[in-house]
Each structure stands twice: as structure tokens, then as C-alpha cells.
């Protein structure tokens, strides 16, 4: 059972990234997804969750209007697409999936099961 996340990397501030977390070993059709990031000196925070049909979405409003969370449960797949980023974009992102398919009211570290090794946003000129 694993979670890959790829698609990091430095970009400058306006720029865009694609991140992607693609599942093994189990089916990520019967899970919510979400991104957290994890700066230093801060806690983690989710970003944005999809639900297992993709047809409930929330976002956290730092974020809203520049990044779309998406996926493709045929490639057991999820995607962070994330536009005009900002330096306070910087942190290490990690998907999560979370059981019963839903998002929940709020972010809830235990509520998640299975979790990817991060991949390095870094937002600079």
C-alpha cells in the first residue's frame, strides 16, 4: 500500500505546478483525498479535499481560485494543480486519503489513513 507524490520542484512567484498521488496496492475510488502542506515553523494544514466521486470539493481560502484539486480513480490518481503561486505557497505537500469516501468538516490528522513521503514546493525568485 503507497502513495506517491510527484510534480514538486521551484518555481517563481506567478508560476504554476501540477502535483500528482498515485495510489498502489489498493483502490482510491473508495477514499476522500485530500493535500496538506507542511511548512517550517508551522503545522500542518489541509488544503483541499475531493471527495471519492469528485463530486464535493472544498478548499481552504488562502488557496481558492488558484489551485483545482482533481482525480481520476482509472489511474488511481489524484492532482493538486496549483496557479499563481505565491511564496507563502512554499512547504512540503502531502496527499492523505481518508475512509468512507468523505471529506469531513475539517482537516483531522487522524482521520487519515494512508499518506504520501511529501514533495518539495518551493515558490522563490
Known amino acids: 500500500v503507497q502513495l506517491v507524490e510527484s510534480g514538486g520542484g521551484l518555481v517563481q512567484p506567478g508560476g504554476s505546478l501540477r502535483l500528482s498521488c498515485e495510489a498502489s496496492?489498493?483502490?482510491?475510488?473508495?477514499?476522500?483525498v485530500s493535500w496538506f502542506r507542511h511548512a517550517p515553523g508551522k503545522q500542518r494544514e489541509g488544503v483541499s479535499c475531493?471527495?471519492?466521486?469528485?463530486?464535493?470539493?472544498k478548499y481552504i481560502n488562502s488557496v481558492k481560485g488558484r489551485f483545482t484539486i482533481s482525480r481520476d480513480n482509472a489511474k488511481n490518481t489524484a492532482y493538486l494543480q496549483m496557479n499563481n503561486l505565491k511564496s507563502e505557497d512554499t512547504a512540503t505537500y502531502y496527499c492523505?486519503?481518508?475512509?468512507?469516501?468523505?471529506?469531513?468538516?475539517?482537516?483531522?490528522?487522524?482521520?487519515?489513513?494512508?499518506w504520501g513521503q511529501g514533495t518539495q514546493v518551493t515558490v522563490s525568485s
Open positions: 492523505a486519503t481518508r475512509p468512507g469516501g468523505t471529506c469531513g468538516v475539517s482537516y483531522i490528522l487522524y482521520e487519515y489513513n494512508y
Open positions: 496496492g489498493f483502490m482510491l475510488d473508495a477514499y476522500a
Open positions: 475531493i471527495e471519492s466521486e469528485g463530486t464535493n470539493i
